[in-house]
């Protein structure tokens, strides 16, 4: 039976713990305030976790699914209408907040719990915080294209750490996680009490120790996986090659979603996305059903309409980022919420998210071989995850292009990537979107006759020129401000490195 544990116990550690941080400045160190040394393995890194997960499944999610065209700004609100509107300043707090978040706190607690694990031969955690350290990481660099690394986290030492390009840390992560793999991590296993700790598999799926480090070791691989697809526009060799070698080792991937699922409905102990959108702004309608996705879900009479929405198809909804419209659109006062329950789960890469890897990695370096059924598999599952079928949709609108084109079966596996990402991990779902151009950008906005479903469309009140989406975050104020090392600030709309 899954264990449920406290958030609350966690959030009151990652107080402590920032808190014992801010000590390391002082002169003297209080027996009350305990430095951050001196916390243990065991704490460092379920704190780790939840700072990844409040922000990539919270606020950075929102902004996610806002441009991944899942739910737009209400017309009767304001709280997104800046993010709808591609206006995401260096100051705004949804640059400034995870930018924050995850460098001082994930990051710092993963460096230092590898640091830990290193010293004491503890090689289970030491894979752990790796993966998660990487996984953190990449979140950032997809971001942000640049952030610091190799000068990084030693606040000690360098306090203005040089940026480095993307590339080189993808590939200085994957060689950090190889190193990890090489260990011996299952030659003592854990306790009760450190199973707990586990928050990403220590709770859900697979029973036993030797299950449950199996699965570090498949979202490390799945996780490489995804870093290589990453790179097939801009190293398309080193992704190929990458890959392969994955293939050729006989790795394991994904079979199980890794995130976090201990969720409650109790204040501060929620969904992070439920807790940000929902409970703290004390109103379920800051967001509202976006047609991009509603007129998808209707065309195709797919029944997930209702476990997203709410409703059945055909779902009531609003023109992405036409929250000034509603004089000539009525129906936008019927608009319905997206549905983001409490205890919904944050996955870090989900079950779905795996075979659909896999499914585009078959077809782009090994023939085909087996791609449909990975792609079933991913649609199966992704339908399964909200208690649903696709039923005969995998035969007719959903059917596996077989005789399609490289790109029309990778277009076909995007999209149902993107179908399957709703919720606290939509902001995947954005990245993809800016690796394949899947879904597809549409000439047209969504009120035109001419308009097809599922197109993603630019917003009418976009502050950036026609047509010119957004591709990555700017660098907060406060880093140009105290690191000259900062790079120079493009636009919203510059793609990141690996970008399409």
Request: proline letters at 5%.
């Amino acid at each position: 039976m899954k264990k449920i544990f406290k958030i609350t116990q966690v959030a009151a550690l990652s107080t402590l713990v920032l808190v014992a941080g801010c000590k390391k400045l002082d002169i003297n160190t209080s027996p009350n305030n305990p430095s951050l040394d001196a916390a243990t393995v065991e704490t460092l890194f379920p704190s780790a976790v939840m700072s990844t997960a409040g922000r990539t499944g919270g606020d950075l999610s929102i902004i996610g699914g806002l441009w991944a065209q899942y739910w737009t700004q209400n017309n009767n609100s304001s709280q997104f209408r800046t993010v709808d509107a591609y206006d995401v300043a260096n100051t705004s707090n949804f640059v400034t907040g995870p930018y924050s978040e995850l460098f001082a706190g994930a990051l710092t607690d993963y460096q230092l719990g590898i640091k830990k694990s290193v010293a004491a031969g503890d090689w289970r955690y030491n894979l752990m915080n790796t993966v998660m350290k990487a996984y953190t990481y990449q979140v950032l660099v997809d971001l942000f294209d640049k952030v610091p690394y190799s000068e990084a986290l030693q606040p000690e030492t360098i306090l203005q750490p040089k940026f480095d390009d993307g590339y080189t840390i993808y590939t200085s992560l994957i060689s950090e996680i190889d190193a990890a793999l090489a260990k011996d991590f299952k030659s003592a296993e854990f306790s009760a009490a450190q199973t707990k700790t586990d928050f990403v598999f220590g709770d859900h799926g697979n029973a036993g120790f030797s299950n449950e480090m199996s699965n570090w070791v498949k979202f490390a691989n799945t996780l490489k996986l995804k870093m290589y697809l990453r790179m097939i526009n801009a190293k398309p060799a080193e992704a190929e090659a990458g890959i392969k070698k994955l293939y050729q080792d006989k790795v394991q991937f994904l079979d199980i979603s890794a995130g976090v699922d201990n969720f409650v409905d109790v204040p501060n102990s929620s969904n992070p996305f439920y807790e940000y959108n929902f409970r703290r702004l004390n109103t379920p309608d800051n967001l509202k059903a976006s047609k991009t996705l509603s007129s998808w879900l209707n065309l195709n009479k797919d029944p997930r309409a209702k476990a997203y929405f709410g409703k059945d198809n055909p779902v009531t909804s609003i023109n992405q980022g036409d929250y000034l419209g509603g004089s000539a659109h009525p129906e936008y006062n019927s608009a319905v919420n997206p549905i983001v329950k409490a205890t919904d789960p944050v996955w870090f890469i989900s079950e779905a998210e795996s075979y659909f890897m896999q499914a585009e990695a078959l077809e782009r370096y090994f023939g085909g071989a087996g791609a449909k059924d990975f792609y079933d598999k991913g649609v199966q599952t992704a339908f399964a995850q909200v208690s649903l079928t696709p039923g005969s949709l995998l035969t007719t609108a959903y059917a596996y292009p077989q005789t399609g084109t490289l790109e029309n079966k990778v277009e076909a596996i995007i999209v149902q990537k993107w179908a399957s990402l709703f919720g606290s991990h939509a902001l995947e779902a954005f990245f993809e979107q800016n690796r394949t151009g899947y879904p597809r950008t549409s000439p047209v906005y969504s009120t035109d006759a001419s308009y097809q479903p599922g197109q993603i469309v630019y917003t009418p009140n976009g502050v950036t020129g026609s047509g010119n989406f957004p591709r990555r975050f700017v660098f907060p104020d406060f880093e140009k401000s105290r690191n000259t090392n900062t790079p120079a600030q493009v636009p919203i709309y510059t793609k990141v490195w690996w970008g399409k």
